[in-house]
């Protein structure tokens, strides 16, 4: 299948899970809208679960992405954390899935995280890595941190002010976190995480 034709269906499961709940979601109905065969779906996934594996999958892969692009972003090591961490909320707030990812909190309108089947033998690469367990959410603090400490620290950096800056690096990250869960005031997670970086090494 043409990498556009997975696209098409996994933009299609994701509008229907927007709709209504996983459960609710038939795979005729996802072919359907992305204009192809079931039968054609079925080749591409193997089944409704590996179909929610894939699309869970990437949204985690859309949500590094923009972690990526906001660690990329002008300005200095605090800005640049500011702005991820600000990425990470916004991403958490209009994606239920990666919301999911990043709490582990599974609503039951979401496909729950499947325990993987045995490694897949599908022909498709992608559907291979997407049939993989998605990360978790101490995971996604060592991703984070870790891209954030690559893309901030400066050639030659002392092992000791590495460490200082992964301090910092998931610091903000588990800001960010905390107010997924607990939105905050005025000011939001920009103002929390400038102030616990104020005195950082960043």
Known sequence: MMPAARESLLDAAYTALARRPWSAVRMVDVAAAAGVSRQTLYNEFGSKDGLARALVRREADGYLAGVERALAAHGDARERLTATAEWLT???????????????????????????????????????????????????????RDRA???????????????????????????????????????????????????GPV
């Open 149 to 199: 400490v690559a893309a901030l620290a400066g050639p030659g950096l002392p092992r000791s002010d590495t460490a200082d800056l992964a301090r910092s690096c998931e610091l903000a990250v588990r800001l960010a976190l905390s107010c997924v869960s607990a939105p905050p005031g005025e000011g939001g997670v920009a103002d929390l995480v400038r102030g616990a970086l104020h005195r």
């Open 90 to 144: 916004a991403a958490a707030r209009d994606n239920a899935l990666v919301r999911a990812l990043l709490t582990g909190c599974w609503s039951e309108r979401l496909p729950a995280p499947a325990r993987p089947d045995p490694p897949s033998s599908s022909a498709v690469p992608a559907q291979r890595r997407a049939d993989g367990p998605p990360p978790s959410p101490g995971d996604f603090v060592a991703l984070v």
